[in-house]
């Protein structure tokens, strides 16, 4: 995400090499959100599978929906 949404969250290219690691060990469930990060998670966890060249078949994305977030209030949801 960015730590500008909160001051623990880490940056981009730290989550990558995470989900790398993750991945490496054998770690292939992933949960996100779009409240998480106002969607960025969503949005890098997408680009880590894609920059590591993961295989999208072995990777389970797990979601859930519940709460309004920025995009929708702005009237730019996805």
């Known amino acids: ?6 001051d623990w969250v880490l940056g981009e ?13 054998g770690i292939n469930t ?3 959100a779009d409240i998480y990060s106002n969607g960025l998670s969503d949005v890098i ?4 599978i894609k920059k590591l060249s993961l295989p999208r078949d072995e990777i389970v994305v797990t ?3 519940r ?3 920025y ?4 009237g ?3």
């Open 45 to 48: 966890l997408g680009k880590a």
């Open 13 to 25: 290219e730290e989550v990558i090499i995470h989900i790398k690691a993750s991945y490496d060990v």
């Open 30 to 32: 992933f949960d996100t």
């Open 63 to 65: 979601t859930k929906v």
């Open 67 to 69: 709460f309004l977030t």
């Open 76 to 78: 730019l949801d996805r």
């Open 1 to 6: 995400g960015t730590s500008e949404w909160q």
């Open 71 to 74: 995009w929708w209030f702005a």
